[in-house]
Nanobody, 120 residues
């Protein structure tokens, strides 16, 4: 499966962005999907994930209550709605997919990143 992330940009603190991750090659209905991010000079970190059924979502504590992950099976796309953005959310955001058990790590398929920059 090929993943293409988009929707990043420059936004002021307190603003919102919606990232999209469109899949091609295969349906992502059999994949658990996640969003990860990497800030300059820092390691990549988990942000959010959703099960292949869409019935369960998990979030990093740093984004809980502000970010929402969702999926549209008809569009073969996963979204990350980001509200209340903070300067510390500035990072390159990546979408990823995995099969097997639901997890916050060890994803097998990765899209290219999309830059999110939050100004103070």
């Amino acid at each position: 499966v090929q993943l293409q992330a988009c929707g990043g940009g420059l936004v002021q603190a307190g603003g919102s962005l919606r990232l999209s991750c469109a899949a091609s090659g295969r349906t992502i209905s059999t994949y658990h999907m996640g969003w990860f991010r990497q800030a300059p000079g820092k390691e990549q970190e988990f942000a959010a994930a959703i099960t292949k059924s869409g019935g369960t979502t998990v979030y990093a504590d740093s984004v809980k209550g502000r970010f929402t992950i969702s999926r549209d099976y008809a569009k073969n796309t996963v979204y990350l709605q980001m509200n209340g953005l903070k300067p510390e959310d500035t990072a390159v955001y990546y979408c990823a997919g995995r099969q097997g058990t639901f997890s916050r790590s060890a994803y097998d398929y990765w899209g290219q990143g999309t830059q999110v920059t939050v100004s103070s």
